[in-house]
């Protein structure tokens, strides 16, 4: 982007982790940290991996469809994703239902 380094207060990068490859995920979230200004704050909703074999067929069937998630996280892997690239995780919660689940991130830089 081209943003000035520590120019926002806050960054929402929503529903898009999901549909981006790994390595392409990291370069968002470290895009997102350098324009996020001192203690900055990154709200990052995105689907998460559900349960059960309702969910595995959603998925199969989704892909169908042409719509590929590229990564499947859980809720705590998600958390982990996001602090492994340098934020602290103030909230995180899954919402939704166990067919759609959605985890929704509020982090620190």
């Known amino acids: 982007m081209k943003?000035?380094?520590?120019?926002?207060?806050?960054?929402?990068?929503a529903l898009v982790l999901h549909e981006i490859?790994?390595?392409?995920?990291?370069?968002?979230i470290l895009e997102a940290k350098r324009v996020l200004k001192d203690d900055g704050i990154m709200f990052a909703p995105t689907f998460i991996h559900g349960e059960g074999v309702g969910f595995k067929l959603r998925t199969k069937l989704i892909e169908l469809f042409g719509f590929k998630a590229f990564i499947k996280p859980t809720n705590d892997e998600f958390k982990k994703f996001i602090e492994s690239n340098?934020?602290?995780?103030?909230?995180?919660?899954?919402?939704?239902?166990?067919?759609?689940p959605i985890c929704c991130m509020i982090a620190k830089k």
């Open 86 to 100: 340098g934020f602290k995780v103030m909230e995180y919660d899954r919402v939704g239902s166990k067919l759609a």
């Open 21 to 28: 490859d790994e390595e392409l995920s990291d370069k968002l």
């Open 3 to 13: 943003f000035k380094d520590s120019c926002f207060d806050k960054v929402s990068i």
